[in-house]
């Protein structure tokens, strides 16, 4: 920190959800068709949608893996370790995975002046519930209840909770954005996926939202579409869902590894295609833990439907593209090149702390920014997602 005279903001940190998370506003009726805790053996699982899940290994998150375990795999593996072999060390659940005042105290010693916070199991279990329009409904409702009592939606002006939107109906949609508005959120969190309603899947950025986005235009929140368990194929190549490719295809490369990228790649060219950014010139999207290698291919298509559909598009869908979404790339993925197409000012600095997958300490990040000069590198640190944070209303 010795280096600037400020501190970042990072747009991707997760607790790690207490273990009533789902069930404290829950009507333990619900518990079949939502979610409920079960023992298999000496562990507990979660039961979610009649079926167990495994997208975890262990959901009460006691013990843990160290923040960043994986972090020299995703680096590149240079001592050729087994995959499995980076999770061996546990420890006991830390008071700042579950306690937003004990977190306070760890993000000033890690130099973060605020965050974006987002779940873990929250993210992950949509897909699972989604053929049961009602109990996903139910279901999230009551874990944006226990989010708002644990970590609020906007603690001290430093931790921002996000509520957790799923895209299945849209009067609770544009209800539960009005909820969180009023409860003070900066950021709300949807999932890269097609809405799946009642009566069968739908664009997000179908008329039929407009409710929805309409309402976030309005109040000028910004939208964050964060990786999840978005119902990605292997296309018979493994076996099928998030759980499967967590649990049976560890120690081994898979199509499933493209999955957060192939989503937010099809989420966000759709938003496009259907013109959602000219409906609603006050939106604002960001893209967070979903990656940025995809960028470069997917604003190349966007550029060529723009010349065989010339009548289609009122404005230039790819200057469009970069007026309203923000992109947070995956810390091995080049911050200079995603610099380079989208400018300085719609990158975001995200550790993902303190998963598995992200950085051991929030500030090992500036490392991928060396060479970039000092405007650049605060834009990306700071001043991108502190001018997110702060709502825009029409």
């Excluded at 005042?101 to 987002?118: E, N, P, S």
């Excluded at 996903?136 to 989010?147: E, H, I, P, Q, Y």
């Excluded at 998030?242 to 060219?269: K, W």
């Excluded at 200079?336 to 950085?359: A, C, K, N, Q, Y």
Aim: charge should be negative; hydrophobic fraction near 40%.
């Amino acid at each position: 920190m010795t280096e600037f005279d400020y501190r970042p903001f990072d747009c991707d940190n997760h607790y790690y959800e207490a273990e009533d998370a789902f069930t404290r506003h829950l009507d333990p009726a619900w518990g079949p068709r939502t979610v409920m805790w079960c023992n298999i053996g000496k562990r507990r699982y979660h039961v979610v949608g009649g079926k167990i899940s495994f997208a975890v290994m262990n959901p009460t998150f006691n013990p843990i893996a160290k923040a960043g375990a994986m972090f020299d795999f995703f680096r590149g593996n240079p001592d050729r370790k087994e995959p499995m072999a980076f999770l061996q060390e546990r420890e006991p659940i830390r008071p700042e995975y579950r306690n937003r005042d004990a977190r306070l105290k760890v993000m000033d010693q890690q130099g973060i002046d605020a965050c974006w916070m987002f779940p873990t199991l929250g993210v992950l279990y949509e897909e699972a519930l989604k053929r049961d329009t009602e109990a996903t409904t139910v279901t999230f409702r009551a874990f944006n209840r226990w989010l708002n009592e644990d970590w609020g939606l906007c603690y001290q002006d430093r931790i921002m909770g996000a509520p957790y939107i799923p895209m299945v109906d849209p009067a609770f949609a544009a209800g539960e954005l009005a909820w969180a508005l009023q409860n003070g959120a900066r950021v709300i969190c949807l999932r890269p996926a097609a809405a799946h309603t009642a009566s069968g899947p739908v664009s997000p950025a179908d008329p039929l939202f407009d409710s929805f986005w309409g309402l976030a235009n309005e109040a000028g929140i910004t939208v964050v579409v964060h990786a999840s368990d978005s119902g990605y194929s292997g296309n018979g190549y493994v076996k099928e869902g998030f759980s499967a490719s967590v649990s049976e295809n560890q120690g081994r490369p898979t199509v499933t590894t493209f999955g957060f990228e192939r989503a937010a790649c099809d989420f966000l060219i759709t938003m496009v295609f259907d013109k959602l950014f000219e409906r609603f010139p006050n939106l604002r999207l960001a893209s967070v833990e979903n990656g940025a290698e995809f960028l470069p291919g997917m604003l190349k298509k966007v550029a060529a439907n723009a010349c065989r559909f010339p009548r289609y598009f009122k404005e230039d869908p790819v200057d469009l593209f970069k007026q309203h979404v923000w992109i947070n790339p995956f810390w091995e993925d080049s911050s200079t090149e995603l610099v380079e197409i989208m400018g300085s000012d719609r990158v975001l600095f995200g550790s993902d702390w303190p998963h598995i997958e992200g950085m051991p300490e929030p500030l090992d990040y500036l490392t991928e920014l060396q060479g970039m000069d000092d405007k650049a590198r605060r834009n990306i640190l700071r001043d991108n997602t502190l001018a997110l944070n702060e709502r825009r209303p029409v």
